[in-house]
């Protein structure tokens, strides 16, 4: 085998430094450079996580496989081969690993978990709302709204002749840079999930229900993101673009909403359902006039 070591050493040496960026961040989305500042935890988890459970995957095909060839069974033999119950030793070892290691994923899991939910102070505070199928975003700050998605009922994304998505009509949100984002996540008529592909993270919009998104994006670009949850006929067009841009060019663009008098904030009053249970809601005028 010695002849080999020194062949198959290079090879892994190359193939490991050849590790595309793609490869080191385990094939998840993004290109390749952090976007949030989650993300570089998410991705550590992801990778670290496949790594384990393929070690762990390895050593239990191999097991198999040997088992299998080693103790099959040979010309002339017949009966039972040796059982093996209550082996002590083994009974443990296959009980305490398997333990350990969920122990260990649920432990990293929950530390990241806490981390990416933990509340903090927004710089920037955003309303964002699913609605059938598109989305409403308010800048709270600001006091403006976007101006693409005024219309009651969302339109979805439209397609191009060429089968491409119009990337201009969709609805945009813009984000500064290196501040910290807090975004209000709410629904206007049934379940959606608001998911930025490249931000590693989604979470579900409930009617009724207020849900948050705590984050700072760490990199000027546009993304894409999409409604994550099965939501209706045009579910799969429910699609967003986030902008994250420089300070200065996000208040100059408040300024321009403001000044072509998008103003106010696009809140729960537009929900479709106005009448939830047990939350003291009023129904909406259109029910005490009849
Ligand atoms: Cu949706």
Known sequence: MRWAALPIGVAAAIALAGCTQQ???GFLP??????TNHTPGIIAMWTTAWILLLIVGIITWGLILWAAIVYRRRRGQSGLPVQMRYHLPIEIAYTIIPFVLIIGFFAFTAKEQTSIEQPHDPEVEILAYGKQWSWDFSYVQGGVVEEAVHEPAGVQAQILANGQIDGETVPTLWLPVDKQVKIDL?????????????????????????????FIPTKVG???????????EYHSQMLFKVK??????FQAHLAELAGDGFTGELGADLDR??????????????????
């Open 273 to 290: 359902n106005q009448n939830f249970p047990a939350t003291g809601t009023q129904p909406s005028a259109v029910h005490e006039e009849s």
């Open 244 to 249: 994250v841009v420089e300070q200065d060019e």
């Open 30 to 35: 993004g290109d390749g450079v952090n976007t």
């Open 222 to 232: 546009e993304y894409y993101g999409k409604c994550a949850e099965l939501c209706g």
């Open 186 to 214: 709410g629904a206007r008529d049934v379940i959606h999930s608001f998911w930025v592909i490249d931000f590693l993270y989604k979470k579900d919009m409930i009617p009724g229900k207020d849900n948050f998104m705590y």
């Open 23 to 25: 490869e080191m961040q």
